[in-house]
């Protein structure tokens, strides 16, 4: 429900008009992600540019951030070389930080030249740069290189450019700088000095704001949040609803619990969210374990503060933050990498507010976590953990359970552990060590080991062509941001076909091209069983189905290891005879301990 990005999912906020936001790439039709990002989906589109492409904002030069220009002085100022100029006359232009203001840099702006009698005109002249990299020339208007702009996010605190006057230049231009400091605080058109053209007269003033570029800035101390109570799982079940991971958590005690509980009230319900995050911790109300039409509220963490907000997903779009303000008694906490807050919602709101749920019915909830920065939220870093069961926020209390991998997830786990670990280990044991040992025994007409080992693979292709549907099922199509082990899955898939195929295919034991059956079908099952091993390696490590670490690697790699031992040891037999039973013995062994391995990997399973 809510949700790379990496700075591969460098989230600056796309949106289009009338509220709609743009779906991200990597999202398929699937359940709930519960993803949460920042994004402002007003009635004006909003996005940020963080490598200067701001050619959108070259009218109002207002950034398109969903958010409003700082009321406070602008700590930062423009200069020139020059008072007066003539056509093609070059002035070096300066934006830097205000010396009184310490050291307060920035990482976006825009610089444009404007008619000082229509300072909402296009842009006057042309630009040069002194600083390539770190600024850029801008098409505004009609002209090339009527503006400048960042080329990054990295901090500054000066930039030079060369203005260039035009050859039918106003009688004054005034230059303007819009400063960006972080992505939620920035100054739109800060005024800077007006140069008059040599001979002219009537030159218009410049507008009246010295104090806005030359004030020093006045620090202004962040009032704190209220102290909160330790946070604590104690009542839960008797007095309030938890939703906690790992199960029976204490968030008091254990800094990496995961926590959500809810209290009603007579007219409101206290929420208390916890959690390790770097950036933001949120959680959802939805109707489903589908992303869709959820009731989100986050806690960003933003510098030493946090912001608490409620926010609406719409279909698989940005979250839009409420217009209204339905929190109260809100608080906040940062320590240790955990970030608590606390806050209060009416049960019913007024008709008008469609977008918040009512606290009365039944809801999933998701918890969400990840990075976020200067108040911006990324893709969460897990996958969200999801209520197994609707709960009424209003009803009795009760511990609730959750996972953070869809059953659908792990039952593909499920098969592909059994498929890979098990049955086709123990079908190519049969056939290669076994061969010889029953000579007379049939079953159905056919050699015992024969069908033992054809009835194991005959398995293990259903068990992987059912595992392989799921995820497909899950998402609704192909997975974008899974790596390679989708790719390795559906080769996999693709040899596990191959095999059987070739098997009704082969010629005749007494064949003279029977050893080419023989060695293709080594080669591709082995070929095969390698490339499950690594996907399997890959799989255990995905978010939909992230088993606990480093643990559940070692004992997948125990599992594999031990397969191996079992295969050396038992291709030593086959050289040095030991004793008669020895290979049953060495199998029976072998299934035992498989099974020991596969019993804790699926355990683990069921419990993430």
């Known amino acids: 429900m809510l949700y790379d990005p990496e700075l591969s999912y460098k989230l600056h906020l796309h949106n289009l008009h009338y509220n709609l936001c743009i779906v991200l790439s990597f999202q398929m039709p699937g359940p709930h992600l519960l993803l949460v990002v920042v994004a402002v ?133 005034q230059f303007m700088a819009t400063v960006v400091q972080k992505y939620k605080v920035y100054w739109v058109q800060i005024p800077g000095p007006v140069v008059s053209l040599n001979g002219a007269t009537g030159v218009p003033p410049p507008n009246p704001t010295p104090t806005t570029t030359t004030a020093a800035v006045t ?43 809810f209290t009603p009230e007579a007219r409101t319900v206290l929420f208390e969210l916890s959690g390790p995050a770097d950036g933001y911790l949120s959680f959802a109300l939805s109707l489903d374990k589908w992303m869709g039409n959820d009731d989100v509220y986050l806690c960003v963490r933003d510098g030493d503060s946090v912001d608490i907000n409620a926010a609406y997903v719409s279909g698989r779009a940005h979250p839009e933050l409420a217009s209204e303000n339905v929190l109260s008694d809100t608080a906040w906490q940062l320590a240790d990498g955990v970030i608590q807050c606390r806050f209060r919602r009416d049960i019913l709101l007024p008709r008008q507010i469609e977008s918040r749920f009512s606290l009365d019915q039944s809801y999933f909830l998701f918890i969400a976590h990840g990075r976020a920065e200067d108040g911006v939220i990324y893709r969460h870093d897990r996958q969200p953990l999801i209520s197994t069961h609707q709960t009424v926020i209003t009803g009795l209390p009760e511990n609730l359970a959750g996972s953070r991998s869809p059953l659908l997830i792990k039952f593909h786990g499920v098969f592909m552990l059994v498929a890979w670990m098990t049955t086709v280990t123990t079908g190519v044991i049969i056939a290669r060590y076994f061969k010889h040992d029953w000579p007379e025994t049939r079953l159905f007409g056919r050699r015992l080991w024969f069908q033992v080992h ?108 031990w397969g191996v031992l079992v295969d050396l040891l038992l291709e030593f037999h086959s050289k040095v005879v030991i004793v008669s039973r020895f290979k049953k013995i060495v199998l029976a062994v072998f299934l035992v301990g498989n099974v020991g391995f596969l019993s804790v990997l699926l355990n683990t399973i069921r419990h993430v």
């Open 41 to 173: 989906c007003l009635i004006k589109t909003a996005s940020g540019f963080a490598n200067g492409k701001v050619s959108p904002a070259c009218g109002d030069m207002t950034p398109q951030h969903g958010h409003d220009s700082s009321s406070k002085p602008a700590p930062y100022n423009i200069t020139l070389d020059k008072p007066t100029f003539r056509p093609g006359d070059h002035i070096t232009v300066t934006l830097r930080v205000v010396p009184t203001s310490g050291s307060i840099s920035f990482k976006g702006f825009l610089i444009e030249a404007r008619d000082a009698g229509n300072p909402d005109g296009p842009a006057v002249g042309s630009f040069s740069l002194l600083n390539p990299s770190e600024s850029q020339l801008l098409h505004c208007g009609h002209t090339q290189g009527s503006a400048v702009s960042h080329t990054s996010k990295s901090k500054k605190t000066e930039i030079q450019a060369v203005w260039e006057a035009p050859k039918n230049p106003p009688s004054g231009v």
């Open 219 to 261: 620090t202004t101390l962040i009032e704190p949040s209220p102290s909160l109570p330790q946070f604590s799982s104690e009542g839960c079940g008797r007095s309030k609803s938890c939703l906690r991971d790992p199960v029976g958590c204490d968030p008091g005690r254990d800094p990496l619990c995961f926590f959500l509980s």
């Open 454 to 561: 054809r009835a194991l693979m005959t398995l293990t292709v259903l068990l992987t062509c059912v595992g392989f549907s799921l995820p497909f099922i899950y998402r609704g199509g192909w997975s974008r941001h899974a790596g390679s082990h989708p790719y390795l899955g559906c080769t996999v898939m693709a040899l596990s076909f191959i095999q059987p195929i070739m098997a009704l295919l082969r010629p005749a034991t007494d064949s003279s091209r029977r050893y080419i059956f023989n060695w293709m079908h080594l080669g591709t099952g082995t070929i095969a069983r390698v490339l499950a091993v690594v996907a399997i390696f890959l799989g255990i490590q995905q978010q939909a189905l992230l088993l606990p670490g480093p643990w559940s690697t070692g004992v997948l790699a125990g599992c594999v290891v």
